[in-house]
């Protein structure tokens, strides 16, 4: 059985920075697509960052460019988001999600096989 766990979620002050772990069982990270997606109350969820372990290929929505940092540890099946410079505008639950490469088409969340459970991030004013 595939399962993703996302954790790392928080509360922070603006300005903060977080680490959110994504962690793979009954499936491997290489060779695939790892995205992380964000919904706020009321909103669509949306792809703010995502790596294709094929080629090393990494996405950032334009939002999170430059204080977001998505990497992956193969040895510990493991894609971390490293969110720097919080802002309020960040709060939203976090959701890791996998499936075969797919490029510049990252964003589509129907595109996704796989879903981690989402951790909150709140970031207070």
């Known amino acids: 059985e595939v399962q993703l766990q996302a954790s790392g979620g928080g509360l922070v002050q603006a300005g903060g920075s977080l680490r959110l772990s994504c962690i793979a069982s009954?499936?491997?990270?290489?060779?695939?697509?790892i995205s992380w997606f964000r919904q706020a109350p009321g909103k669509e969820r949306e792809g703010i960052a995502s790596?294709?372990?094929?080629?090393?290929?990494?996405f950032y929505e334009d939002s999170v460019r430059g204080r977001f940092t998505i990497s992956s540890d193969s040895t510990k099946n493991t894609v971390y988001l490293q969110m720097d410079s919080l802002q309020v505008e960040d709060t939203a639950v976090y959701y890791c999600?996998?499936?075969?490469?797919?490029?510049?088409?990252?964003?589509?969340?129907?595109?996704?096989?796989?879903w981690g459970q989402g951790t909150q991030v709140t970031v207070s004013s």
């Open positions: 999600a996998a499936r075969d490469p797919v490029g510049v088409l990252w964003k589509m969340v129907p595109l996704y096989d796989y």
């Open positions: 009954g499936f491997t990270f290489d060779g695939h697509t």
């Open positions: 790596i294709q372990t094929t080629d090393g290929s990494i």
